[in-house]
């Protein structure tokens, strides 16, 4: 079975079906300078309209790339921590449109405390 809504892939081969924040921590904590660079996480669609990417840098840190063609987003920035990383794409990638998800809408009385 796939994933439901998205996946991430190391260049080591590694792959998790949606992802949590831990396991993006993980996958990115895991790569280095020399055989597993990178991490891309993408909609699982035939052609997705959104990624995100998190490369090693050679002087250190990170190079965290978001595109979204929908809304015609594409941002890259730099990082040392993959915790601080993996929390920002994780609710990066919550915001993003999945087919077959319904939005759901959050009413007054949810909002008051």
Known sequence: ???QYYGADSESSDHID???EDALFMMISDLNNSDNTFVVVQSDDD???WFASVAVLDEGGYEIVRRDASRNEHEVT???SPNDIARDLTIW???RDFPG???RQVSESENSV
């Open 47 to 49: 052609d997705p309209v």
């Open 18 to 20: 949606d992802p949590s």
């Open 101 to 103: 998800r319904s939005a």
């Open 93 to 95: 990638m919550a915001a």
């Open 78 to 80: 730099t990082a040392t």
């Open 1 to 3: 079975m796939g994933a």
